[in-house]
């Protein structure tokens, strides 16, 4: 297994456009979340998506919003890019969520390579 | 609110030396705590889990839930230690969400 892989690689893109970024998840992982990553800081969540649905939501514009296939790959998408939206999107998969109020149980994530995306 | 704090941007020691990367954080509820490296070229990935209590790679780091840290340790550098260091902060109740530090370059020197 590939382990997660991001497409594409390297995207430019000039403000007020709209990109689309895409996941395919570990091979088996039905969740997929995504980051982004600013140049100097840490990874910041933006979505989780297990089973097709949307389980969780980080603290972005409306202007981000992502959807989760059969085959549990993922699409990020932004619309109407600002230069603020430049940065490394990475992608995570793991087995599955944690049930809310059930036992705890550990659920590792795991890293795809990162989408950069600049915007002029 | 949940917060990770990584106070050190840059650590740089001699190879030899001992490391600690410090990571504070915030969150009332039980924490589930993680170290992530990632190597220049390379995904971010998974160092150490708190729950599992394992060395990796002669990396250690306890869970002190009374100064709520979660500091990594290892008592001899390496120079193939050198990398970006993320403490995270998994939200049980979030799905597994995680909130990261800032991170912490080590620079381990010859």
Redesign the interface.
Known sequence: DA?VTQSPTHLIKTRGQQVTLRCSPISGHK?V?W?QQVL??????IF?Y?EKEE??R?NFPDRFSARQFPNYSSELNVNALLLGDSALY?C?S?LG??A?GGP?S?????????TRLTVL | AQR?T?PE?LLSVFKGAPVELKCNYSYSG?P?LFW?VQYSRQ????LL?H?SRESIKGFTADLNKGETSFHLKKPFAQEEDSAMY?C?L?L????????????TELSVKP
Request: charged share 10%; glycine share 20%; proline share 3%.
């Open positions: 382990g969740s979340s980051y100097g800081q840490g990874p910041q969540f989780q297990y389980r969780g980080g990475l995570a793991s969520l944690v809310g705890v550990y659920n590792e994530q795991f890293f795809g390579p990162g | 990770v990584q941007k039980s589930e992530y995904r971010l990935q998974l889990r729950i993320y995270a998994s049980i109740n979030q799905g597994g969400k995680l909130i990261f530090g800032q991170g």
